[in-house]
């Protein structure tokens, strides 16, 4: 997708949605809250009926709402038992089955845990996995953006480095970079310089058109030295949201920021208003 702007959403179907168990309804809701795009939670499992799936895509497009996706928590593309790994790249390849089918373009999830392993060895796993998921799903002639997220424990596979390295082998991935992850797992990167330098570094290893087709979480976040323990909302946490937007702005990103606080929408509005008025 190419976009020419930030586009912002929720995590999800936004709170003040009538019947919050039903996506159509969120997005009719994105929509008239003034909000740009929303991501489909498959946090507890992989499954939508065909008919669901179809009245989403038609909804998104009619409403302009694009979507983007997360797959399931039961993914460990590390995990002790093969069967488990196997199992952990079916639930991707049913995410970005069931994305493709509602029009989604970038789905995100959480590829692994160390398992106190090495994580040279994690990374060489998680890459051998995801080119068995790209040639599957290019079989299927599925065209998804494959974007493991910036992980904010520091038991998980996702660190800024590993997901760069994995962006330049691996023609599908790209980076989902969740800026409150990254300062939950560094206690860094919570500043217009360090946000900035980021933003140069995706640019300058990955290509300019790293920041012409972003997919960004944000949310407040509490942590230790582990990193990532609970989302909050944004007001509530000393993340600097703003300083992140100040950068973003300046380096002119474009593509998904989605909202991951507690109260979806109302950080989500927060964010977009503070962005426009820059
Ligand atoms: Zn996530």
């Not at 909804?59 to 996706?69: F, R, W």
């Not at 692994?112 to 060489?124: E, G, L, Q």
């Not at 909302?233 to 300046?250: C, P, T, Y």
Request: with cysteine.
């Amino acid at each position: 997708m190419s976009f020419d702007k930030l586009l912002f959403g929720t995590a999800g179907v936004p709170n003040s949605t009538v019947k919050k168990n039903n996506p159509v309804e969120g997005i009719q809701k994105i929509h008239d809250l003034g909000l740009d795009c929303m991501q489909l939670e498959f946090a507890h499992g992989v499954r939508m009926k065909d008919e669901i799936s179809s009245s989403l895509r038609k909804a998104s497009y009619e409403l302009n709402v694009p979507l983007t996706s997360h797959g399931p928590y039961y993914i460990n593309l590390n995990a002790r038992e093969q069967d488990k790994i196997d199992s952990s790249v079916e639930r991707i390849i049913q995410t970005a089955k069931i994305s493709d089918l509602c029009g989604a373009e970038s789905m995100t999830f959480h590829a692994a845990f160390y398992m106190k392993d090495s994580p040279y060895d994690v990374f060489d796993l998680v890459e051998k996995s995801m080119n068995v998921i790209e040639e599957r799903l290019s079989r299927l002639d599925i065209e998804i953006e494959l974007r493991p997220e910036l992980t904010g424990k520091t038991s998980q596979f996702g660190s800024l480095d590993e997901l760069i390295t994995l962006t330049k082998s691996v023609g599908s991935v790209k980076p989902c970079m969740d800026f409150s992850h990254l300062y939950a797992r560094t206690g860094k990167y919570n500043n217009y310089e360090e946000i900035t330098e980021v933003l140069d570094r995706l640019a300058d290893e990955l290509g300019k058109d790293a920041l012409n087709n972003m997919h960004i979480h944000v949310s407040g976040i509490s942590s230790n030295s582990k990193g990532d323990l609970k989302h909050l909302n944004l007001e509530k946490s000393d993340f600097n949201w703003r300083d992140m937007l100040r950068a973003l702005k300046d380096k002119d990103c474009k593509g998904y920021i989605i909202s991951n606080s507690p109260n979806l929408e109302d950080d989500a509005k927060m964010l977009k208003d503070y962005y426009i008025a820059l």
